[in-house]
């Protein structure tokens, strides 16, 4: 009888976990088909394009033809494209580790101080350059920047030192691009880590405390290890946007001067824009976002990994 009722109960747990299984699957299908239409069949047409040889004059005819890998072996054998993927990496790496520096800064400061107004409106100010429209802020530095009658050079004049021209020479385009980046989105990284400490946990400051720790062992053994998976997808996040740079080379450089400044976005651009090789430009695509992919693996693996842990404890 018992053994019985067992079975009964075990089944009715059973058939509701199947019920809900499938009103939760319901409610999310439409969601799951409309991102994958939208996010995975672009990336398969930029696939099958990068097989072809379409331009513009056989886009028109319709006359673009399947050319297997010629694209990929043109591409990897092209000087310019692997100048771009080092100007990218450069970019990426300076860009990532100063942002994360200056914003974990930014982070501790703020939450060392007191919740005082004043110190309200201060953060409100770090945050208004990730608030900004991307391209009025950079033009905004284009006038900055101007060799004549930029700010930047004539509070250098006061100081007696020469007119620079920061876009066009070799030597400064790259880190006058570079400034501006770190300066609209370091407030972002600032937002976010500051964010996860307002969860710290008072108890462990006080614990080191007790221990003896000074602030700097308390930074780097309690704080630090406390800020690591935020620091992670941060870094992950801002790693990928460095990585796809274009607005700000477009506005401030257009790649140059000697393609100083031209990122894998920019050579992408060119030779499907202005050099109307959409096969070749599908081709960079492709490669860059693989690229990209290899960057985010170790990341998207500790992922999976802690979800599938979670899960394990749950059951």
Known sequence: MKTHRKKSLDYQLKKQNFQQSI???SIISPAIIVLLCISLLPIILMFLTSLTDLNLINLKQGTSEYIGGANYQWALTDSNFWSSMGVTIKFTLLAVISQL?????MAVFMHNQKPTLINKIIRVILLLPALC????MTLIWQTMFSNNNGIINQILNAFGIANINWLQDINYAFYSVLIVDIWQYAPFVFLLLYTALTQF?????EASKIDGANKWQTFFYVTLPYLKNTIGIVALLRTIDSFRLFDKVNVL??????????TISMYIYQTGIDSFELGRASTSSVLMTLVVFILAAPYIKNSFNQIKASISKKK
């Open 201 to 205: 946990p008072s108890e462990l400051e």
């Open 133 to 136: 429209p991307p391209i009025s």
């Open 101 to 105: 520096l200056v914003g974990l800064f």
């Open 23 to 25: 009103f939760t699957n």
């Open 253 to 262: 450089t257009g790649g140059g001067p000697a393609n100083s400044t031209r």
